[in-house]
C-alpha cells in the first residue's frame, strides 16, 4: 500500500473512486483489503469507502468526518478495524448503524469531541468488538462511563489503555490488587500506524494484536484462570482413572502373554526330550496326530505322482533312442544301397588310386581263408572300363 499525491482530493476535501484506486495500486474497489487515508483532513470519504465491499483496515485518522458521513459505516460487513482517532467528531450514528458491522473487532475513537451518553450507548451494539478506545473525549470525563461500557458490551476486552477485570463486570468482588481495574498490570499497547508495507503485512499485525489482547485478557482474569485450573485437574483425574484402568489391562494382558509363552517352552522342551527318546509321537495332541496321518497320506500320493512321471518321462527317452538308432541303421543302409547300387551291381567299388591298395588287402583276406581260396580264381572278375573312374571287382 503506497501513498500518493491528493491529486483527486478537490477542494471541498472529497475523496474520489480515482484518489481510492491510487493510493491502494488496485484496480477494482472490490479489490481494496486495507486503505490509509490518515491527515488528509477530508469531510466526505466514508461514503466512497462503503463501495470497497472486502475492505477489512481502515486508518482515517486527522481528517474531519461530518457526522452525516458515519450513517454509511453500516455498509462495513465484512471491517475488522477502523481508526477514526482525531476525526473532530461530535456525535456517533444510532445504535442499529454500529450493529450491521458484525466483524468489526478494533474501534479507535479517541481524541474526538464525543460528549453524549447516547453516543456510548451507540457504541454497545457492536456485536463483536474486543478493543475500543474513547478516552480524551468529553464523554470519558461522565462518571461510570467505563462501568457502563464494560458491563453492556459483552464482547469487549480492553477498554482504553486497560484490560477489562473481572472485579468491573462482578459487583463487589475483589480479588486482590493484582487484579484490580487499571492497575500497571492491565496496561496494554495500542499500535501505530506503520508505513510502507504491504496489505498482507497490515492484515496479519491486526491477527497478532487480536491474539496477544486475548492471551492478556486470559492472563489477568481470575475467573479465566481458576477455570483454567479447574479444567486441569478434571482432565487429570479423569486419565488418571483412564491410566489406572489402561494399566490394569496391560498387566493383565501381559499375564495371558507370558503364561502362554512360558508353556509354549515347556512343550518345546518336553518335546525335545522326547525326541531324544525317539518318542516324540506321543507327545502329539488328537490334532496334530490327524494331521501327521494326512501329511503321510499326502506324500504318500505325491511321491507317487512324481515316481510315475518320472518313469513315463524314462520311458520316452528310451523308446526314442531306440527309434534314433532304428532310423540311423535304416538310413545308413539305404544310403549304401542306393550310393553304391548294390542291388544291380552287387560288387564292391573301390576308386582307382586305391587300386593297388586293395589288391594287397585282398590277398592277405584270401591267404587268411586258407588253401581253398586263391587269389587267381577270383582275378577274372576284374574287368575294366573307360567310361568309369572306378574298377570293379
Known amino acids: 500500500m503506497s501513498t500518493s499525491p491528493n491529486r483527486y482530493i478537490n477542494s471541498l476535501n472529497v475523496v474520489s473512486e480515482e484518489a481510492l484506486l491510487e493510493l491502494t495500486e488496485c484496480q477494482t474497489l472490490d479489490k481494496i483489503l486495507v486503505i490509509s487515508l490518515r491527515n488528509k483532513d477530508l469531510n466526505v470519504y466514508v461514503k466512497m469507502l462503503s463501495y470497497c465491499k472486502n475492505l477489512r483496515i481502515a486508518y482515517c485518522q486527522g481528517n474531519q468526518t461530518i457526522p ?33 458491522m458484525a466483524n468489526l473487532q478494533i474501534l479507535f475513537l479517541h481524541m474526538n469531541k464525543i460528549s453524549k451518553w447516547d453516543d456510548l450507548e451507540s457504541l454497545t451494539g457492536l ?20 462501568h457502563f461500557l464494560v458491563n453492556c458490551t459483552d464482547s469487549l476486552l480492553a477498554l482504553d489503555d486497560c484490560v477489562i ?53 486470559e492472563r489477568n482474569s481470575p475467573s479465566i484462570r481458576i477455570q483454567c485450573l479447574f479444567r486441569g485437574f478434571s482432565v487429570r483425574t479423569t486419565y488418571k482413572n483412564y491410566f489406572k484402568r489402561k494399566k490394569t489391562s496391560i498387566i493383565k494382558i501381559q499375564k495371558f502373554v507370558r503364561g502362554w509363552i512360558l508353556r509354549n517352552r515347556m512343550k ?65 543302409v539305404k544310403n549304401y544301397i542306393k550310393a553304391f547300387d548294390l542291388e544291380n551291381f552287387p560288387k564292391i567299388l573301390v576308386l582307382k588310386e586305391q587300386r593297388r591298395l586293395f589288391h594287397t588287402l585282398l590277398e592277405k583276406t584270401v591267404k587268411s581263408m586258407g588253401n581253398e581260396f586263391e587269389l587267381k580264381n577270383y582275378s577274372e572278375n576284374i574287368n575294366g572300363s573307360s567310361e568309369f573312374s572306378t574298377l570293379r571287382y
Open 68 to 100: 452525516k458521513e458515519l450513517n454509511y459505516l453500516q455498509d462495513f460487513a465484512h471491517l475488522q478495524k477502523l481508526d477514526l482517532t482525531d476525526n473532530n467528531i461530535a456525535s456517533l450514528p444510532p445504535k442499529e448503524v454500529f450493529q450491521s
Open 127 to 146: 456485536p463483536k468488538v474486543m478493543h475500543l478506545t474513547v478516552y480524551s473525549n468529553p464523554a470519558a470525563a461522565i462518571p461510570g462511563y467505563r
Open 165 to 217: 477485570t473481572d472485579e468491573e463486570r462482578s459487583e463487589d468482588a475483589s480479588f486482590g490488587v493484582r487484579y484490580r481495574a487499571m492497575n500497571k498490570y492491565m496496561k496494554i499497547y495500542i499500535p501505530e500506524f506503520i508505513q510502507n508495507i504491504s496489505a498482507e503485512k497490515h492484515l496479519f499485525n491486526l491477527e497478532v494484536d487480536t491474539y496477544r489482547l486475548k492471551r492478556i485478557f
Open 268 to 332: 518345546r522342551e518336553l518335546y525335545d526330550i522326547m525326541k531324544a527318546e525317539g518318542l516324540a509321537h506321543l507327545t502329539f495332541t488328537s490334532q496334530q496326530i490327524r494331521e501327521r496321518m494326512a501329511k503321510a497320506k499326502i506324500i504318500k500320493a505325491v511321491r507317487f505322482h512324481i515316481k510315475r512321471i518320472r518313469e513315463r518321462k524314462l520311458y520316452q527317452v528310451h523308446v526314442l533312442k531306440i527309434q534314433k538308432c532304428f532310423r540311423a541303421r535304416q538310413v545308413r
